[in-house]
Nanobody, 115 residues
Framework: QARLVESGGGLVQPGESLRLSCAAS????????MSWYRQAPGKERELVTR???????TYVDSVKGRFTISRDNAKNTMYLQMNSLKLEDTGMYFC?????????WGQGTQVTVSS
């Protein structure tokens, strides 16, 4: 059974950093396009970044130069390094496996940026 578990969220001040993790089990994450989404209160879930099976990455404009998606194949884990965090980065962050069904979602990890 495929499963994704996020961790690493927390409360930080503007300008600080966090690294989120997404541990995969039941499948090999390099076999799927993997994504990070976030959802701020009262807003729709948005795609933040994506990494393809060949390692190509894309980012939403608002995080370019600040966030980095990566994966550790040996640990079957994906990461999101978030630097220079801003108030507007606050939200629940989810990892997702795949773009075509079947897709899998993690339960999310909360990131709060507050002064």
């Amino acid at each position: 059974q495929a499963r994704l578990v996020e961790s690493g969220g927390g409360l930080v001040q503007p300008g600080e950093s966090l690294r989120l993790s997404c541990a995969a089990s039941g499948f090999t994450l390099t076999s799927r396009i993997m994504s990070w989404y976030r959802q701020a209160p009262g807003k729709e879930r948005e795609l933040v970044t994506r990494i393809t099976t060949t390692g190509t990455t894309t980012y939403v404009d608002s995080v370019k130069g600040r966030f980095t998606i990566s994966r550790d194949n040996a640990k079957n884990t994906m990461y999101l390094q978030m630097n220079s965090l801003k108030l507007e980065d606050t939200g629940m962050y989810f990892c997702k496996a795949g773009v075509a069904e079947p897709t899998y979602w993690g339960q999310g990890t909360q990131v709060t940026v507050s002064s």
